[in-house]
């Protein structure tokens, strides 16, 4: 059975930043997609950015584009989720997700999710 745990959510302040992590057990990913979304108070989940198979591809929202930077390590079957500059719009429960069905970027998500993690960002 494939699980996704996500970790590395917290509190920080405006301007701060995180990083996010996504551990993949139970089936190898190197050979597919893999994304964040996120899920504000009161909102729909919404896509954030997703990585190629190789990492070669990587596509972001406009609200994070500059400021967050989507990697992964395929040896640790692990996706990142590097956040800088992060501001009060970004918090939200931040979704790991993994498309088996396709190697390339895409927008919309797979029926594989984590648990997510929650990021609180105060001003």
């Known amino acids: 059975q494939v699980q996704l745990v996500e970790s590395g959510g917290g509190l920080v302040q405006a301007g701060g930043s995180l990083r996010l992590s996504c551990s993949v057990s139970?089936?190898?990913?190197?050979?597919?997609?893999m994304g964040w979304f996120r899920q504000g108070p009161g909102t729909e989940r919404e896509f954030v950015a997703t990585?190629?198979?190789?990492?070669?591809?990587?596509n972001y929202a406009d609200s994070v584009k500059g400021r967050f930077t989507i990697s992964r390590d395929n040896a640790k079957n692990t996706l990142f989720l590097q956040m800088n500059s992060l501001n009060p719009e970004d918090t939200a429960v931040y979704y790991c997700?993994?498309?088996?069905?396709?190697?390339?970027?895409?927008?919309?998500?797979?029926?594989?999710w984590g648990q997510g993690t929650q990021v609180t960002v105060s001003s």
């Open positions: 139970g089936r190898t990913v190197s050979s597919y997609a």
């Open positions: 997700n993994a498309r088996f069905d396709r190697s390339g970027i895409y927008y919309s998500p797979g029926p594989t």
């Open positions: 990585i190629s198979w190789s990492g070669n591809s990587r």
